[in-house]
């Protein structure tokens, strides 16, 4: 869980942090300003406008513009800079105005970001100014300048270009462009999620990625690359061992890369005098080695100044990529250390006793591991710890304008992904992104060159990997011979992999699995590095293959050993491959492959039998609901809808209380109760589902029967998706409850309207939701209709006052209403004799609640009496 920021700003403080800034002259305001640039433009973003604006017009700032007005126009991040901007611009008293403003502001605001730059400045005191200057300006190296510059030339010449990996046929080979203009910011966050993986980790983290969303902008703190080494207040220090944490093809590589290439070009970190960049899957050819040979096998042209470079260690960096694929058990609390950089020793021990600062005391280290391995992993030997959380929407939509080069295809394909929830989610991948726009460039241009309106596009990720792979091998097959022989060997090779959690491979596993290291067909799936390994373009591109193989070559025996070999994997590593042989058990899915395939009918029927007995064996009512949804999940990969009918549609009952359910899960939900056309019961109350997930479930949600959305903080906006699923023809819906969300007033005419034409809803929820005011009439006036049908009415704890009393004599019209809860209200004894009207007018009535109003006891009494003539009614007060 993220620590709790919450800090409370006193007069003295702020006469503190007054009298701190005032030493300091306009032209170490503005170094102060430069540094601090970044996060105050994120913090300007995510802070209410008007709280801000009053605290610098009691400072006396002059507004130079309608603020308000430019943030409607501009949106909130482009405000923020010309807010920036301007305040620089007005001068000292104005920048004081501002910093003043944002201490102040943490009594409102308690975001990392703020506090965090607020505790940097009062608690680094005059430390700071000199650290900016020496991070811009660097050491004074003397006789080691000829060879710092070496080194940096070394390091541009490897990390000035990004290369993009085309796949053969579907374009131009490996492209690269300026890191500079091609590298799109990917959103860093500090978190400990990754400490608490229960599924696949890119699985778990796509679904959560939209509520990072929202919760980055109140609760995470958002690092860019120059602040990972930069005061931390949650750890009181400047950091010195920092872990970066990422999900396979999220960006840890060209992360570091762009952190390498920023210092070569003085844009950050300049205490630093030399950055070694590692990566552990090159590392792990090595048994021992000491460290200066580690730094001279790399770095050749440092041979005659290792030495005087190592002397200093608070200058130096080191950067270990990978930690997930290093060979060595890298254990952060072992106490076999070493002090000496000349000695041999194991690479385990030599990054231990780095990190654990036993060897080259001072210098600072970062590293990058998937977060699966950081479960097991000890971190508390880091300073600083985040995670890599990918695109964010702006930045996938960046990402399709950059791949495409065309606005209107850019635009065609972003659409349809978009609408594809899916695929959708995954986006915020960048390698994702890739895959997904090779796919989509074939098909959208094949569309509009052949004008083929038949042709489907991939709607589920086995169905994207499909064509991916269709598509290359339509491209090479008149170049290569038996691409089905290639294809199982790459599966082999690939099952290996990930039953073994091997993401690299040499020329010996090539040769043992036959895979013919010289076909061109083998550098679509598979990239070499600089070193002799190999490793597939994408993990999942690794897991796709592995589940293709049972495809390809069927053995009853080998899908069988595989598949109880999963049961013992608590990692959730195997997540996407059981998702993939679900989708390939489809024909339809499968058939872009089907002459390359050969007979596929064993395997299908295989795979749908054991999908088939995990459901019967784990679909319990004690079952997590996590692991009901992967069930759900491999459903849906698998597009049987007879399969789905007969297992899910027998039970009738779906109940996911409790459980966050993701935009995605809502899709996979919608899927399920197209398939099983009628639902008797569907719970999904405190699911925190919200405005996205109600849209992807709303068209099928009028096949329930008994529906409860309590607890989702939908909003007034959200009563627009009840009234399409109330008013339509074919509404099954009985029972409704939609208690406890954020309902007005505003939302009963639209409520009120669905009624009137609804046929089906006889028990309906609204409790604690705050219903009274102006257009709550509305809703009264529907409900007492005396053809609606609804019987049990639930109002409590809805702001109901004396004012709203005369509306509730009409329900007695309601002749099928038999129970009324007003309980929990603000009703006084005003408001007593028009309830005993409408009870004595309400024949049907069976029971009223009345309790936890504003009654006096006498009153109670007399409403109490009127059960005397009515045996058949119970008056709760």
Same mark, same amino acid.
């Given at each position: ?249 999220? &960006? ?5 890369? *762009? ?6 070009? *003085? ?28 730094? #001279?096998?790399?770095? /050749? ?105 065309? *606005? ?50 991939? *709607? ?36 290996? &992999? ?99 395939? &050969? ?21 319990? /009512? ?150 009274? &005011? ?47 809860? #007003? ?45 005397? /003539? ?8």
């Amino acid at each position: 869980m993220e620590q709790n920021c919450f800090r409370v700003i006193s007069d003295d403080d702020i006469k503190h942090f007054r009298q701190r800034l005032l030493q300091h002259e306009m032209s170490t305001l503005r170094i102060l300003y430069e540094h601090f640039r970044y996060d105050l433009e994120y913090i300007v973003e995510i802070l209410e406008t008007r709280d801000l604006l009053s605290e610098l017009r009691s400072r006396y700032v002059p507004m130079m513009r309608d603020y308000l007005l430019v943030e409607k126009e501009l949106g909130s991040s482009a405000f923020s800079g010309v807010l920036i901007r301007d305040i620089l611009d007005m001068g000292r008293d104005a920048v004081l105005a501002l910093w003043e403003s944002l201490f102040v502001l943490q009594n409102n605001c308690q975001h990392p970001n703020l506090i965090g730059v607020m505790t940097e400045i009062t608690e680094r005191g005059d430390k700071l100014v000199p650290q900016i200057i020496l991070d811009e300006n660097g050491h004074q190296l003397y006789e080691l300048s000829d060879i710092h510059e070496t080194h940096k030339k070394h390091l541009l010449e490897s990390t000035q270009n990004l290369e993009e990996h085309r796949a053969l046929g579907l374009a131009q080979q490996r492209q690269s462009g300026s890191i500079s203009t091609c590298y799109l910011d990917l959103i860093v966050v500090s978190t400990q999620q990754f400490r608490n993986r229960t599924q696949h980790e890119i699985i778990e983290t796509g679904g959560r990625h939209e509520h990072y969303l929202r919760k980055a902008q109140s609760t995470l703190e958002r690092i860019s690359p120059n602040r990972l080494f930069r005061w931390c207040h949650r750890s009181e220090c400047t950091p010195h061992a920092v872990m970066v944490s990422g999900v396979p093809g999220v &960006g840890k590589t060209t992360l570091m890369q *762009k952190f390498v290439f920023d210092w070569v070009t *003085k844009k950050h970190y300049q205490r630093f005098s030399f950055i070694f960049f590692f990566k552990f899957r090159e590392l792990n050819r090595y048994d021992g080695i000491s460290l200066e040979n580690m730094i #001279l096998d790399q770095y /050749p042209h440092l041979q005659n100044q290792c030495q005087n470079i190592l002397q200093d260690p608070e200058k130096l960096l080191f950067i270990f990529d990978g930690l997930d694929e290093s060979v060595h058990n890298i254990d952060f609390r072992s106490q076999h250390l070493c002090s000496n950089t000349k000695i041999e020793e194991r690479l385990d021990v030599i990054v231990v006793s780095l990190v654990r600062q036993s060897l080259l005391k001072g210098s600072s280290i970062l590293l990058t591991s998937r977060p699966t391995k950081l479960g097991s992993v000890d971190i508390g030997v880091f300073q600083r710890f985040s995670e890599i959380m990918g695109f964010f929407p702006n930045e996938r939509e960046a990402y399709f304008e950059q791949f495409f080069k065309d *606005k209107e295809l850019s635009n065609k394909v972003l659409q349809y992904v978009r609408q594809n929830d899916t695929l959708y989610t995954f986006c915020y991948i960048p390698s994702y992104c890739w895959i997904i726009c090779t796919v989509l460039s074939v098909w959208f241009t094949t569309q509009m060159k052949d004008g083929d309106q038949n042709a489907l596009p991939p *709607k589920t990720v086995t169905q994207l990997f499909v064509s991916y792979v269709a598509n290359i091998l339509t491209n090479h097959t008149p170049d290569i011979e038996r691409p089905n022989e290639l294809m199982i060997s790459i599966g082999k090779l690939a099952q290996h &992999g990930v039953m073994n959690h091997i993401l690299s491979f040499d020329i010996k596993d090539f040769e043992t699995f036959q895979v013919d290291i010289t076909s061109k067909l083998l550098s679509s799936f598979i990239i070499e590095s600089h070193t002799n390994t190999y490793s597939f373009l994408h993990l999942t591109i690794q897991e796709f293959f592995s589940a293709l193989l049972h495809f390809l070559n069927f053995s009853k025996n080998d899908m069988e050993l595989t598949l109880n070999r999963i049961k013992s994997f608590e990692d959730g590593r195997c997540e996407m491959f059981i998702r993939f042989l679900c989708g390939l058990s489809d024909g339809t899915t499968r058939s872009l492959l089907r002459s390359y395939l &050969g007979s596929t009918i064993s395997s299908s029927e295989h795979v749908i039998s054991w999908v088939k007995h995990e459901i019967e064996t784990k679909w319990k /009512p004690e079952t997590d609901p996590s692991e009901k949804m992967n069930l759900l999940t491999y459903l849906f990969e698998s597009r049987n809808k007879h399969l789905i009918c007969s297992i899910i549609g027998s039970h009738g009952q779906l109940d996911f209380s409790e459980f966050h359910l993701t935009p995605v899960d809502c899709t996979v939900l919608a899927y399920i109760l197209e398939c099983c056309k009628e639902t008797e019961f569907f719970n999904i109350d405190r699911c925190f589902i919200q405005s996205e997930g109600l849209e992807r479930i709303r068209g099928i949600l009028h096949t329930v029967q008994k529906l409860r959305l309590s607890n989702n903080d939908l909003k007034d906006n959200d009563m627009l998706s009840f009234h399409k699923i109330l008013v339509r023809d074919d509404c099954r819906v009985q029972k409704l409850s939609l208690r406890n969300n954020s309902f007005t007033s505003e939302s009963c005419s639209s409520l009120a309207s669905a009624l009137l034409d609804n046929k089906s809803v006889t028990d309906l929820d609204l409790s604690r939701n705050n219903l009274a &005011g102006p257009d709550f009439s509305n809703l009264m006036t529907a409900l007492s209709n005396e053809e609606c049908i609804i019987s049990h009415l639930s109002l409590q704890q809805i702001k109901l006052t004396d004012e709203y009393a005369p509306l509730l004599t009409s329900l007695h019209q309601n002749f099928n209403l038999t129970h009324l809860d #007003l309980s929990h209200n603000y009703l006084t004894d005003v408001s007593a004799e028009i309830i005993q009207d409408f009870i004595l007018k309400s024949v049907n009535l069976m029971e009223i609640r009345i309790e936890v109003n504003e009654l006096s006891k006498e009153t109670e009494k007399c409403l109490k009496q009127l059960e005397e /003539p009515r045996p058949d009614l119970r008056i709760y007060v």
